[in-house]
């Protein structure tokens, strides 16, 4: 499974801590430190010292895409091919355009209603589309994946991260949980997902050490 994903959890449990679970300013390094080990090779961008919540750049829009992609496409078997309207969707969702992108999905869902993965790229767009808002809608297609296909952790945990990124890392951790005891033993994506669970433990950890007021 890719590392991309990993830095992408990296950066949005970073954001989180500091603008959601008010992470004093003096623990800002400590829980840099945590999150980029086991990442080494990879240039983190990013600075603890900017605004807690930067609107990212035109560019960096179309990369997120192809990041999410990349991501959800890791919780299908490579014999698991998406469907050619999911395709369609992703070239889209790619460049940053969720919009076209949730009509495309739609159209697979409509073609087949038990098409786990449609359920899940459409949850995925429509919180891009809502710029990282949960709704509704993204809440129903994300629940009818994993009712489709409860061995499969890629709605809890898509589910999982779009509640970290709203400041409800304690819901995210109990979807990511619950990912875990669903998924087959031999699941591709399990030790990752294992990972990731253990960095938020560490972030949920840090953030519930009381402030050193000397600091």
């Known amino acids: 499974m890719t590392w991309l994903p990993i830095i992408f959890l990296a950066l949005v449990a970073f954001v989180a801590a500091i603008a959601f679970l008010r992470l ?79 009509g495309l999905y739609a159209n697979a869902i409509s073609e087949n209603p038990s098409d786990t993965e449609a359920w899940l790229a459409t949850g995925i767009a429509l919180v891009e589309h809502a710029e990282g808002n949960l709704t509704p809608a993204a809440i129903n297609a994300f629940e009818r994946a994993a009712e489709l296909q409860p061995e499969n952790g890629g709605a809890r945990y898509f589910l999982g991260l779009s509640w970290l990124r709203g400041g409800e890392p304690a819901r995210t951790r109990e979807l990511w949980v619950e990912a875990l005891e669903a998924a087959p033993e031999d699941a591709e994506w399990r030790e990752d997902l294992e990972m990731r669970l253990a960095r938020l433990d560490a972030l949920l950890e840090m953030a519930a050490r009381p402030a050193d007021p000397d600091r």
Request: net charge positive; hydrophobic share 40%; aromatic share 10%.
């Open 24 to 102: 004093p300013r003096s623990l800002w390094t400590l829980l840099g430190a945590t999150l980029i080990f086991g990442l080494a090779g990879y240039a983190m961008q990013g600075s603890p010292g900017q605004g807690s919540a930067p609107k990212a750049a035109a560019g960096s829009e179309a990369q997120s895409g192809e990041l999410l992609v990349s991501a959800r496409r890791e919780f299908f078997g490579e014999g698991q091919l998406p469907s050619r309207w999911i395709m369609t969707g992703d070239g889209f969702a790619r460049r940053g355009d969720y919009a076209q992108a949730t």
